[in-house]
């Protein structure tokens, strides 16, 4: 079966730092993709993982550990824009998304 | 170059009548999707394209939805009839291949059902 679990919701001050993590069970499995939606918004992109490692695209950072099926996105100098909505989403051919996880960034 | 467009934006029925949505993806893109999001959730898969095969339907209600894909580019989701449950957003999404490293996602079909 696929499954995925996200935090629920997090909370952080604006400029801080906050890291937001994923584990999967999936078949399949070629990668981990993250994505961001605002509220009445499309998901948009934000990145790829195929490799184990860390992903550095400006402010986000995204990390994967195959062996561990586990991922995590690392937002850092937190803006009030950051507010929304993040999903891992891990493609195996299908990208199934989980329940996501609610980031409100406080001033 | 144009992103995936979706149409309507909104649609309001009343329980029992059909409806449709209609995607058109990003150019070149092979493998479309087809989305339902309830408020507070994440999206759901409902089927999934590779050119114009449905190779991933098992989440489609086929009682009452039917999708197509004709000549492997655009591509509509049917409901007959609706249901209350039904009303969400119906998002439509493409990519490039396979993995789906990245999809682009259109700005969905907000269905409400009264």
């Known amino acids: 079966g696929q499954s995925l679990e996200q935090p629920s919701e997090v909370t952080a001050v604006e400029g801080a730092i906050v890291q937001i993590n994923c584990t999967y069970q999936?078949?399949?499995?070629?990668?981990l993709s993250w994505y961001q939606q605002h509220d009445g918004g499309a998901p948009t992109f934000l990145s790829y993982n195929a490799l184990d490692g860390l992903e550095e695209t400006g402010r986000f950072s995204s990390f994967l550990s195959r062996s561990d099926s586990y991922g995590y996105l690392l937002l850092q100098e937190l803006q009030m824009k950051d507010s929304a909505s993040y999903f891992c989403a891990p493609s195996g051919g299908k990208l199934i998304f989980g329940s996501g996880t609610r980031l409100l960034v406080r001033p | 170059e144009a992103g995936v467009v979706q149409s309507p934006r909104y649609k309001i029925i009343e329980k029992k009548q059909p409806v449709a949505f209609w995607c058109n993806p990003i150019s070149g893109h092979n493998t479309l999707y087809w989305y339902l999001q309830n408020l507070g959730q994440g999206p759901e898969l409902l089927i999934r394209?590779?050119?114009?095969?449905?190779?991933?339907d098992s989440q489609l209600p086929k009682d009452r939805f039917s999708a197509e894909r004709l000549k492997g580019v655009d591509s509509t989701l049917k409901i007959q009839p609706a249901e209350l449950g039904d009303s969400a957003v119906y998002l439509c999404a493409s990519s490039l291949g396979g993995t789906a490293a990245e999809a682009f996602f259109g700005q969905g079909t907000r269905l409400t059902v009264v």
């Open positions: 999936t078949s399949g499995f070629y990668g």
């Open positions: 394209y590779e050119n114009e095969e449905a190779v991933d």
